[in-house]
């Protein structure tokens, strides 16, 4: 057995000596999560169900209890191992919570509750605080790395609808941040996120997850690509055979090749690639992908457009835009979101359609977030003592943006289907006026998913 999979230790040291901090008589605690606000004013919400397959389906052992006990008691914390035991002899080690949420891909302006856990058996009232570590977790980095990937596909779609071809979209940030991340599970879970928006990964372990969580096909794909080792083991007096030898190996008519062409002087490369390889490049039906990887972004892909212009040509697209002909770029170094605006812009001022490239992300992607850049908390918000459920919220005065909300609180949509601003209400909000339904629903209950979605669905829900 895995201790990491042990839900009974996965959590805050801590949180194991809060079934003794509640007052007498509590029976229930009701907690939601939300974005607080950060970086983004809209959130795409990812990332719970692959927790709840992963760690929430296998119910506790009794081996489980009793190692728990043994590392609690030494670690220095009180261990609750009679609450731990009803839960084993009652529930047959299922935790008796229910996790309510939006339906996963659902796009939320901040400050509105995404999801809501509570204990369904009123002996079991501390499991819900239990689990906050895991859960908000489970939901603050993929839900960031999924509108984090969402923010990029607005600021390239704006581009395109202006001046090039919006059906592009899926493939034009590819993910590069698989050595990046922290961890495997981190490449699987961020690489996943970044699918809901597109569909290029160099993140192998993201298809996976999708595959295994959300029942997705194959939900990214990649293309035969170059990188810097590859070329310069040829050697510098060899950089052209380098270069021939990728569209010998990969370039056959209807394929993308990707070829790294800056181990040297990416303008010289490009020339080489317009002058001695020109017809070979045309020949083969492929189209080249060249990529610099150093150097200032805007300026350096205007420039590498230029030259490659200059040798393969180029057509006017319908909206007077020029298309080149056999070749595109794609910047893999330096992006995010101010200098994907940047090389836009500075394309778009050249003449350039948005057409003629395509960008890779790695850290800035999958890793260059935390649980503050989207404000992420997971808080109690009612509680039930003595059989009549009490308001709980905190209100530091030294810090109003943490104010948290109270009551039993769900996310309202209208009858549009919108999740407007200020949506978010007691369950028993009867002032609303018509038109107005809870927009989270059951996904666990009890050791059992309910409400099953794909990746398909998921995909689907952030396009709207």
């Given at each position: ?115 809501t ?9 501390w ?8 859960l ?58 970044h ?62 090749v990707?070829?790294v ?13 317009g ?11 492929a ?18 457009l230029?030259i ?26 330096g ?103 809870d ?26």
């Amino acid at each position: 057995m895995k201790l990491a999979k042990n839900i009974i230790l996965n959590t805050d040291s801590y949180k194991a000596s809060m079934f003794k901090q509640y007052p007498m008589g509590t029976t229930g605690v009701y907690s939601y999560i939300e974005s607080r606000g950060g970086k983004y004013d809209e959130t795409v919400f990812f990332g719970l169900q692959a927790f709840i397959k992963e760690y929430l389906l296998e119910p506790i052992t009794q081996t489980d209890i009793d190692i728990a006990d043994e590392i609690w008691t030494a670690h220095g914390e009180p261990f609750n191992r009679s609450g731990w035991q009803y839960i084993l002899d009652n529930h047959a080690g299922y935790l008796p919570v229910v996790i309510r949420a939006v339906p996963e891909g659902t796009v939320v302006p901040v400050k509105n509750v995404l999801a809501t856990i509570e204990n369904t058996d009123p002996q079991c009232y501390w499991l819900t605080t239990w689990l906050e570590t895991a859960l908000l977790r489970a939901i603050w980095y993929p839900t960031t790395v999924a509108s984090n990937s969402y923010e990029s596909k607005k600021i390239i779609l704006k581009y395109l609808e202006k001046n090039g071809d919006p059906t592009t979209i899926d493939f034009k940030l590819h993910d590069f941040g698989a050595r990046g991340v922290s961890s495997l599970e981190s490449a699987g879970i961020g690489g996943a996120a970044h699918l809901v928006n597109f569909m290029g990964s160099d993140t192998i372990s993201g298809v996976l997850y999708a595959r295994e969580y959300y029942n997705a096909g194959i939900a990214g794909f990649s293309i035969p690509a170059a990188e810097h080792s590859t070329i310069t083991s040829w050697g510098r007096d060899n950089e052209v055979e380098a270069y021939r030898n990728m569209l010998t190996q990969f370039a056959k008519p209807g394929s993308i090749v990707a070829v790294v062409s800056d181990s040297y002087d990416i303008y010289n490369a490009c020339k080489l690639w317009g002058t001695e390889l020109n017809a070979e490049v045309v020949n083969s039906g492929a189209t080249l992908v060249v990529r610099p990887d150093s150097g200032n972004p805007s300026e350096v892909v205007v420039e590498c457009l230029r030259i490659l212009e200059k040798y393969f040509g180029s057509t006017i697209n319908d909206k007077g835009y020029r298309v080149l002909r056999n070749v595109r770029v794609i910047q893999g170094d330096g992006i995010d979101h101010s200098s994907i605006r940047s090389i836009l812009f500075c394309m778009d001022i050249a003449g350039y359609s948005a057409d003629n490239i395509a960008f890779g992300q790695g850290g800035a992607l999958l890793q260059a977030v935390d649980r503050d850049t989207q404000k992420f908390a997971m808080k109690c918000s009612s509680a039930e003592i003595n059989g009549e459920w009490r308001d709980v919220q905190k209100d530091p005065i030294t810090d109003p943006g943490k104010k948290s909300k109270a009551g039993r609180v769900t996310l309202w949509t209208n009858s549009g289907g919108e999740f407007a601003s200020g949506v978010t209400a007691p369950l028993g909000w009867t002032d609303k006026g018509t038109g107005w339904t809870d927009a989270l629903s059951e996904v666990f209950r009890d050791g059992k998913l309910v409400n099953e979605i794909s990746f398909e669905q998921v995909r689907a829900n952030a396009r709207k």
